[in-house]
Nanobody
Framework: QVQLQESGPGLVKPSQTLSLTCTVS??????????WSWIRQPPGKELEWIAY???????YIDISLRSRTSISRDTSKNQFTLRLSSVTPEDTAVYYC???????????????????WGQGTQVTISS
């Protein structure tokens, strides 16, 4: 059973960098064929996909966030990390790390595409 757990600060000041880490158990991010993604759900809005990293190390970031987003992994710790810079209150959301066997950008806002979920972590951007 694949399990994911998010960790990171719950409160970040505007203009700072948000860093969230996902720790994976029950699968290897280096060898198991999944798309390891970060997604978020702002209050009152739909699910938004942010970025993924594959077992190969390949990454893909949503174009709307690409200029201030990075995703990386630490295979020795079986973790992958999201960094979002220059945050604003519009980045306030529940952030989830997820795993999916397939990925279609057109379905990236559909929660049914994701096979495994972390519990989610609330991140608030406020001074």
């Amino acid at each position: 059973q694949v399990q994911l757990q998010e960790s990171g600060p719950g409160l970040v000041k505007p203009s700072q960098t948000l860093s969230l880490t996902c720790t994976v158990s029950g699968a290897s991010i280096a060898t198991d064929y999944y798309y390891w993604s970060w997604i978020r759900q702002p209050p009152g809005k739909e699910l938004e996909w942010i970025a993924y990293v594959q077992n190969t190390g390949s990454t893909y970031i949503d174009i709307s966030l690409r200029s201030r987003t990075s995703i990386s992994r630490d295979t020795s710790k079986n973790q992958f990390t999201l960094r979002l810079s220059s945050v604003t209150p519009e980045d306030t959301a529940v952030y989830y790390c997820v795993a999916s066997e397939t990925f279609r950008y057109s379905d990236s806002g559909n929660r049914n595409m994701y096979d495994y979920w972390g519990q989610g972590t609330q991140v608030t951007i406020s001074s």
